[in-house]
Protein backbone atom coordinates (compact mmCIF):
# COMPACT_ATOMS: atom_id res chain seq x y z
CA UNK A 1 0.00 0.00 0.00
CA UNK A 2 3.00 2.44 1.22
CA UNK A 3 4.41 1.74 -2.03
CA UNK A 4 1.12 2.36 -4.09
CA UNK A 5 0.86 5.76 -2.12
CA UNK A 6 4.81 6.97 -2.75
CA UNK A 7 4.15 5.84 -6.49
CA UNK A 8 0.98 8.45 -6.40
CA UNK A 9 3.18 11.47 -4.52
CA UNK A 10 5.73 11.06 -7.23
CA UNK A 11 3.65 11.54 -10.08
CA UNK A 12 1.30 14.16 -8.55
CA UNK A 13 4.75 16.25 -7.72
CA UNK A 14 5.99 15.54 -11.40
CA UNK A 15 2.61 17.39 -12.79
CA UNK A 16 2.50 19.96 -10.51
CA UNK A 17 6.08 21.20 -11.44
CA UNK A 18 5.28 20.65 -15.25
CA UNK A 19 2.38 22.80 -15.14
CA UNK A 20 4.21 25.90 -13.06
CA UNK A 21 7.23 25.56 -15.56
CA UNK A 22 4.70 26.51 -18.86
CA UNK A 23 4.65 30.11 -17.44
CA UNK A 24 2.65 32.11 -20.22
CA UNK A 25 2.82 29.53 -22.62
CA UNK A 26 -0.38 27.93 -24.13
CA UNK A 27 -1.57 25.42 -20.66
CA UNK A 28 -2.42 22.97 -23.41
CA UNK A 29 1.39 23.02 -25.38
CA UNK A 30 3.12 20.00 -24.58
CA UNK A 31 6.19 21.80 -25.32
CA UNK A 32 8.43 22.96 -22.28
CA UNK A 33 8.40 26.66 -21.57
CA UNK A 34 11.23 28.04 -24.41
CA UNK A 35 14.76 28.57 -22.49
CA UNK A 36 15.26 31.98 -21.23
CA UNK A 37 17.77 33.14 -24.84
CA UNK A 38 14.80 33.15 -27.34
CA UNK A 39 12.78 34.88 -24.63
CA UNK A 40 14.90 37.70 -23.25
CA UNK A 41 14.43 40.78 -24.95
CA UNK A 42 17.29 42.42 -27.13
CA UNK A 43 18.24 45.99 -26.08
CA UNK A 44 19.86 48.15 -28.54
CA UNK A 45 21.33 51.48 -27.54
CA UNK A 46 21.40 54.17 -29.55
CA UNK A 47 23.76 57.21 -29.38
CA UNK A 48 23.19 60.65 -30.16
CA UNK A 49 25.20 63.70 -29.48
CA UNK A 50 22.78 65.99 -29.57
CA UNK A 51 19.60 66.35 -27.51
CA UNK A 52 16.20 64.36 -26.73
CA UNK A 53 14.15 67.13 -28.80
CA UNK A 54 16.79 67.18 -31.39
CA UNK A 55 16.32 65.55 -35.55
CA UNK A 56 18.53 62.52 -34.54
CA UNK A 57 17.02 61.85 -31.38
CA UNK A 58 13.15 62.29 -32.46
CA UNK A 59 14.51 60.53 -35.82
CA UNK A 60 15.49 57.62 -33.38
CA UNK A 61 12.72 57.55 -31.55
CA UNK A 62 10.58 56.95 -34.53
CA UNK A 63 13.23 53.93 -35.77
CA UNK A 64 12.39 53.20 -31.85
CA UNK A 65 8.37 53.00 -32.23
CA UNK A 66 8.80 51.26 -35.70
CA UNK A 67 11.32 48.20 -34.65
CA UNK A 68 9.48 47.73 -31.36
CA UNK A 69 6.49 47.22 -32.95
CA UNK A 70 7.57 44.95 -36.06
CA UNK A 71 9.31 42.39 -33.40
CA UNK A 72 6.07 42.68 -31.03
CA UNK A 73 8.09 44.43 -28.03
CA UNK A 74 11.10 41.53 -28.50
CA UNK A 75 13.69 44.61 -28.76
CA UNK A 76 13.60 47.02 -26.32
CA UNK A 77 15.18 50.21 -27.98
CA UNK A 78 17.02 52.70 -25.77
CA UNK A 79 18.08 56.17 -27.04
CA UNK A 80 20.85 57.92 -25.30
CA UNK A 81 21.26 62.11 -26.32
CA UNK A 82 23.26 64.50 -25.61
CA UNK A 83 26.09 62.70 -25.78
CA UNK A 84 25.79 60.56 -22.65
CA UNK A 85 27.89 57.45 -24.34
CA UNK A 86 30.57 60.07 -25.77
CA UNK A 87 31.44 62.58 -28.58
CA UNK A 88 30.61 61.36 -32.27
CA UNK A 89 33.52 60.12 -33.09
CA UNK A 90 34.03 57.84 -29.72
CA UNK A 91 30.60 56.42 -30.34
CA UNK A 92 31.35 55.57 -33.72
CA UNK A 93 34.63 53.76 -32.52
CA UNK A 94 32.64 52.15 -30.04
CA UNK A 95 30.22 50.36 -32.69
CA UNK A 96 33.78 49.07 -34.21
CA UNK A 97 34.69 47.65 -30.75
CA UNK A 98 31.40 46.27 -30.36
CA UNK A 99 30.67 47.96 -26.98
CA UNK A 100 27.81 50.45 -28.66
CA UNK A 101 25.18 48.95 -30.71
CA UNK A 102 24.06 51.88 -32.74
CA UNK A 103 24.86 55.87 -33.29
CA UNK A 104 23.26 58.64 -35.28
CA UNK A 105 26.06 60.73 -36.09
CA UNK A 106 26.87 63.59 -38.91
CA UNK A 107 29.34 62.44 -41.39
CA UNK A 108 31.75 65.47 -39.58
CA UNK A 109 33.50 62.84 -38.29
CA UNK A 110 33.34 60.30 -40.59
CA UNK A 111 37.03 61.39 -42.79
CA UNK A 112 38.57 60.30 -39.81
CA UNK A 113 37.38 56.27 -40.80
CA UNK A 114 36.86 56.76 -44.39
CA UNK A 115 37.92 59.37 -46.82
CA UNK A 116 34.92 58.55 -49.32
CA UNK A 117 32.88 60.54 -47.26
CA UNK A 118 34.92 64.27 -47.23
CA UNK A 119 32.98 64.75 -50.43
CA UNK A 120 30.29 65.94 -47.84
CA UNK A 121 32.45 68.88 -46.46
CA UNK A 122 32.99 70.57 -49.55
CA UNK A 123 31.53 73.93 -49.22
CA UNK A 124 28.89 75.21 -51.72
CA UNK A 125 28.88 71.41 -53.61
CA UNK A 126 24.93 70.22 -52.48
CA UNK A 127 22.91 72.88 -53.08
CA UNK A 128 19.66 70.91 -53.83
CA UNK A 129 18.14 68.45 -50.89
CA UNK A 130 16.78 66.14 -53.08
CA UNK A 131 19.23 65.48 -55.20
CA UNK A 132 21.41 65.06 -52.55
CA UNK A 133 18.91 62.20 -51.38
CA UNK A 134 18.40 60.73 -54.67
CA UNK A 135 22.63 60.25 -54.45
CA UNK A 136 22.77 58.97 -50.89
CA UNK A 137 20.21 56.67 -51.73
CA UNK A 138 21.50 55.31 -54.70
CA UNK A 139 24.82 53.62 -56.36
CA UNK A 140 26.49 55.98 -55.44
CA UNK A 141 25.61 56.50 -51.70
CA UNK A 142 25.30 52.85 -50.80
CA UNK A 143 29.03 53.06 -52.27
CA UNK A 144 30.64 55.13 -49.72
CA UNK A 145 28.43 53.85 -46.91
CA UNK A 146 30.16 50.45 -47.81
CA UNK A 147 33.47 51.36 -47.00
CA UNK A 148 32.61 50.86 -43.45
CA UNK A 149 32.36 47.81 -43.25
CA UNK A 150 35.79 46.53 -43.09
CA UNK A 151 35.61 48.77 -39.45
CA UNK A 152 33.01 46.56 -38.35
CA UNK A 153 30.64 49.26 -39.01
CA UNK A 154 27.19 48.65 -41.07
CA UNK A 155 25.87 52.10 -42.69
CA UNK A 156 21.90 51.82 -42.61
CA UNK A 157 21.49 54.96 -44.43
CA UNK A 158 22.13 58.90 -44.45
CA UNK A 159 20.11 60.92 -43.05
CA UNK A 160 20.07 64.39 -42.39
CA UNK A 161 22.03 67.07 -40.37
CA UNK A 162 21.34 70.29 -42.62
CA UNK A 163 22.82 73.27 -43.98
CA UNK A 164 25.51 74.69 -41.99
CA UNK A 165 24.81 78.33 -40.67
CA UNK A 166 27.73 80.75 -39.06
CA UNK A 167 26.46 82.62 -35.94
CA UNK A 168 28.98 84.24 -33.44
CA UNK A 169 29.25 86.88 -30.95
CA UNK A 170 31.03 89.72 -32.00
CA UNK A 171 29.16 91.29 -35.16
CA UNK A 172 26.45 90.78 -37.70
CA UNK A 173 28.09 88.95 -40.18
CA UNK A 174 27.33 89.64 -44.48
CA UNK A 175 30.09 89.03 -46.21
CA UNK A 176 33.39 86.97 -46.07
CA UNK A 177 35.31 89.79 -44.83
CA UNK A 178 33.36 90.11 -41.67
CA UNK A 179 34.51 86.41 -40.23
CA UNK A 180 37.96 87.44 -40.61
CA UNK A 181 39.66 86.93 -37.23
CA UNK A 182 36.36 85.18 -35.72
CA UNK A 183 37.63 82.57 -33.39
CA UNK A 184 34.91 80.51 -35.16
CA UNK A 185 34.28 76.40 -33.46
CA UNK A 186 34.41 73.80 -36.12
CA UNK A 187 34.02 69.86 -36.29
CA UNK A 188 36.82 68.23 -35.94
CA UNK A 189 37.13 67.46 -39.87
CA UNK A 190 39.91 68.89 -41.99
CA UNK A 191 38.61 70.18 -44.93
CA UNK A 192 35.53 72.18 -42.52
CA UNK A 193 38.93 73.41 -41.03
CA UNK A 194 40.58 74.36 -44.09
CA UNK A 195 37.52 75.93 -45.35
CA UNK A 196 37.54 78.36 -42.54
CA UNK A 197 41.11 78.88 -42.77
CA UNK A 198 40.02 80.10 -46.58
CA UNK A 199 37.66 82.75 -45.08
CA UNK A 200 40.72 84.20 -43.12
CA UNK A 201 38.47 83.21 -39.55
CA UNK A 202 40.23 81.52 -37.00
CA UNK A 203 38.88 77.33 -37.19
CA UNK A 204 38.71 75.92 -33.18
CA UNK A 205 38.07 72.28 -34.14
CA UNK A 206 36.17 70.30 -30.66
CA UNK A 207 34.02 67.95 -30.08
CA UNK A 208 30.44 69.56 -30.27
CA UNK A 209 30.00 68.64 -26.32
CA UNK A 210 31.93 71.52 -25.33
CA UNK A 211 30.66 73.71 -27.70
CA UNK A 212 27.98 75.54 -25.80
CA UNK A 213 30.38 76.35 -22.52
CA UNK A 214 32.74 77.34 -24.54
CA UNK A 215 30.42 79.94 -26.05
CA UNK A 216 29.26 81.40 -22.82
CA UNK A 217 32.84 81.64 -21.63
CA UNK A 218 34.29 83.35 -24.71
CA UNK A 219 36.96 80.97 -25.65
CA UNK A 220 34.93 80.93 -29.08
CA UNK A 221 33.49 83.46 -30.89
CA UNK A 222 30.79 81.18 -32.81
CA UNK A 223 30.20 78.26 -34.38
CA UNK A 224 28.56 76.57 -37.86
CA UNK A 225 25.64 74.56 -37.50
CA UNK A 226 22.27 73.66 -39.00
CA UNK A 227 19.12 76.02 -38.03
CA UNK A 228 17.90 72.40 -36.31
CA UNK A 229 20.60 71.92 -34.35
CA UNK A 230 21.08 75.68 -32.71
CA UNK A 231 17.65 75.33 -32.01
CA UNK A 232 17.38 72.44 -29.95
CA UNK A 233 21.11 72.87 -28.23
CA UNK A 234 19.17 76.39 -27.12
CA UNK A 235 22.45 78.64 -28.78
CA UNK A 236 20.39 81.40 -29.10
CA UNK A 237 20.95 81.84 -25.43
CA UNK A 238 24.73 82.34 -25.84
CA UNK A 239 24.98 83.38 -29.45
CA UNK A 240 23.40 87.23 -30.91
CA UNK A 241 23.87 86.80 -34.58
CA UNK A 242 22.87 84.31 -36.75
CA UNK A 243 24.42 84.37 -40.60
CA UNK A 244 22.39 82.61 -43.30
CA UNK A 245 25.34 81.01 -45.35
CA UNK A 246 24.36 77.59 -45.86
CA UNK A 247 28.27 77.05 -46.84
CA UNK A 248 27.66 73.32 -46.03
CA UNK A 249 25.03 70.22 -46.76
CA UNK A 250 25.68 68.14 -44.12
CA UNK A 251 23.91 64.98 -43.96
CA UNK A 252 24.26 62.28 -40.69
CA UNK A 253 24.34 58.64 -40.71
CA UNK A 254 22.32 56.02 -38.63
CA UNK A 255 25.37 53.35 -37.73
CA UNK A 256 25.02 49.78 -36.19
CA UNK A 257 27.71 47.74 -35.30
CA UNK A 258 28.10 44.75 -37.41
CA UNK A 259 29.11 42.32 -34.62
CA UNK A 260 25.64 43.28 -32.63
CA UNK A 261 23.62 43.32 -36.09
CA UNK A 262 25.00 39.57 -37.10
CA UNK A 263 24.18 38.21 -33.43
CA UNK A 264 20.31 39.09 -33.72
CA UNK A 265 17.48 36.92 -35.37
CA UNK A 266 16.85 37.34 -38.99
CA UNK A 267 13.40 38.78 -38.26
CA UNK A 268 15.17 41.28 -36.07
CA UNK A 269 17.57 42.45 -38.65
CA UNK A 270 14.79 42.57 -41.23
CA UNK A 271 12.76 44.78 -38.81
CA UNK A 272 15.56 47.02 -37.96
CA UNK A 273 16.54 47.43 -42.09
CA UNK A 274 12.87 48.49 -42.38
CA UNK A 275 12.94 50.34 -39.20
CA UNK A 276 15.81 52.52 -40.50
CA UNK A 277 14.41 53.27 -43.98
CA UNK A 278 11.28 54.88 -42.51
CA UNK A 279 12.41 56.45 -39.91
CA UNK A 280 15.25 58.32 -42.39
CA UNK A 281 12.35 59.58 -44.47
CA UNK A 282 10.83 60.94 -41.35
CA UNK A 283 13.61 62.67 -39.98
CA UNK A 284 14.61 64.43 -43.30
CA UNK A 285 10.97 65.87 -43.63
CA UNK A 286 11.44 67.08 -39.63
CA UNK A 287 14.74 68.85 -40.58
CA UNK A 288 12.66 70.02 -44.07
CA UNK A 289 10.05 71.65 -41.75
CA UNK A 290 12.48 73.20 -39.26
CA UNK A 291 14.22 74.41 -41.72
CA UNK A 292 10.85 76.54 -42.91
CA UNK A 293 10.04 77.60 -39.72
CA UNK A 294 13.11 78.21 -36.94
CA UNK A 295 14.26 81.53 -38.50
CA UNK A 296 11.22 83.19 -37.02
CA UNK A 297 11.70 81.14 -33.92
CA UNK A 298 15.33 81.95 -33.31
CA UNK A 299 14.63 86.11 -33.86
CA UNK A 300 11.44 85.29 -31.91
CA UNK A 301 14.73 84.90 -28.87
CA UNK A 302 16.42 88.26 -30.15
CA UNK A 303 18.98 86.77 -32.14
CA UNK A 304 19.54 88.94 -35.02
CA UNK A 305 19.17 86.53 -38.47
CA UNK A 306 21.13 87.79 -41.28
CA UNK A 307 20.23 86.49 -44.77
CA UNK A 308 23.73 87.20 -46.90
CA UNK A 309 24.20 86.97 -50.97
CA UNK A 310 25.91 83.24 -51.00
CA UNK A 311 28.10 83.70 -54.64
CA UNK A 312 30.43 85.95 -52.60
CA UNK A 313 30.84 82.58 -49.69
CA UNK A 314 30.99 80.23 -52.38
CA UNK A 315 33.63 82.68 -54.75
CA UNK A 316 35.37 83.03 -51.18
CA UNK A 317 35.46 79.04 -50.54
CA UNK A 318 36.47 77.80 -54.39
CA UNK A 319 40.24 77.40 -53.46
CA UNK A 320 39.76 74.46 -50.69
CA UNK A 321 38.14 72.56 -54.03
CA UNK A 322 41.45 72.48 -55.45
CA UNK A 323 43.27 71.78 -52.27
CA UNK A 324 41.36 68.57 -51.71
CA UNK A 325 40.89 67.55 -55.23
CA UNK A 326 43.13 64.74 -55.60
CA UNK A 327 41.55 63.31 -52.13
CA UNK A 328 37.93 63.15 -53.09
CA UNK A 329 36.16 61.14 -56.29
CA UNK A 330 35.13 63.50 -58.98
CA UNK A 331 32.18 60.65 -59.50
CA UNK A 332 30.73 61.57 -56.55
CA UNK A 333 31.18 65.15 -56.34
CA UNK A 334 29.85 65.40 -60.18
CA UNK A 335 26.99 63.39 -58.67
CA UNK A 336 26.44 65.51 -56.08
CA UNK A 337 27.13 69.00 -57.44
CA UNK A 338 24.07 71.44 -57.64
CA UNK A 339 23.88 73.56 -60.27
O1 LIG B 1 25.81 66.16 -35.41
O2 LIG B 1 29.55 68.53 -34.30
C1 LIG B 1 28.70 69.14 -35.00
O3 LIG B 1 28.76 70.36 -35.28
C2 LIG B 1 27.53 68.35 -35.54
O4 LIG B 1 26.91 69.04 -36.62
C3 LIG B 1 26.49 68.22 -34.43
O5 LIG B 1 27.04 67.56 -33.36
C4 LIG B 1 25.30 67.38 -34.93
Redesign the pocket.
Known amino acids: MKKVVSILLVLSLVFSLSACSGGDKDSSSSEPAASSPSDEKIVIRVGT ?2 ELDSH ?1 ALGAQEFEKKVEEYTDGKVDVQIFPSGQLGN ?1 RDMIEGLSLGTLEMVV ?2 T ?1 PLPNFSKDFQVFDLPFLITDREKAYEVMDGEIGQQILATLEPLGIKALGFWE ?1 GFRNVSNNKQEIVTPDDIAGKKIRT ?1 ENPIHISTFQQLKAIPTPMA ?1 SEVFTALQQGTIDGQE ?1 PLV ?1 FNSNKLYEAQKYLSLTGHVY ?1 P ?1 VMLISQSAFDSYPKEVQDAIVKAEKEARTWEREYCIKMDNELVDTIKSYGVTVTEVDKSLWQEACQPVYDQYADEINQDYVNALKGN
Do not use: L
Request: hydrophobic share 35%; glycine share 8%.
Open positions: ATYESSGNMWNVSA
